[in-house]
């Protein structure tokens, strides 16, 4: 039987052809963008600088009792837990900052670390705490988390949040 696909007797177009179609599924792979890493840097680097903004507004949104400022902050669906252990939802949040009764007089942040994992930002940080409530002194030294998630128009929103009290050597109150 004769071989009817010799290789050595195909014109060289063809053979062209041939290669290009086995080849042409590892093309994108093999020519992608050298600089998407770059711009991977590029985006993380500004999504950065707006999550450290959007953390300033929550910070003076918080020590002047701005609630509309904080109700572009937060998602329909925000849920807190407390630094004494209570859920808190957006209205709730919303509700307890308007009402007056609590009175923040500084806040000082430090060390913040943001993270991203896709379209979540996870903001951890150190804050000095100074105000009172109607029940007293609520100053001191907490750490908090807040994620923030990217919605569907592109805006980060704040989806959670939970406080805890940094206690004192042998404080066990």
Avoid: C
């Amino acid at each position: 039987m004769q071989d009817t696909f010799k290789t050595h007797s195909m014109h060289p177009w063809l053979r062209m052809a041939i290669a290009l179609m086995l080849v042409a599924p590892l093309a994108p792979a093999a020519y992608a963008n050298p600089n998407s890493q770059g711009t991977q840097k590029v985006q993380k680097h500004e999504s950065r600088h707006e999550i450290d903004r959007l953390e300033e507004a929550w910070r003076d949104a918080v020590l002047k009792g701005n609630t509309a400022a904080m109700d572009a902050l937060l998602a329909n669906d925000f849920m807190a837990i407390t630094s004494s252990g209570t859920l808190q939802t957006k209205e709730q949040t919303l509700a307890k900052l308007g009402s007056g009764q609590r009175h923040i007089t500084a806040l000082n942040v430090s060390d913040r670390k943001v993270r991203f994992y896709g379209t979540t930002a996870l903001v951890t940080s150190l804050a000095e705490v100074k105000g009172t409530t109607g029940e007293g002194d609520i100053s001191g030294s907490f750490r908090y988390t807040r994620v923030y998630v990217r919605d569907a128009h592109g805006q980060w929103k704040i989806v959670s949040f939970e406080a805890s009290r940094i206690r004192e050597a042998g404080d066990h109150k």
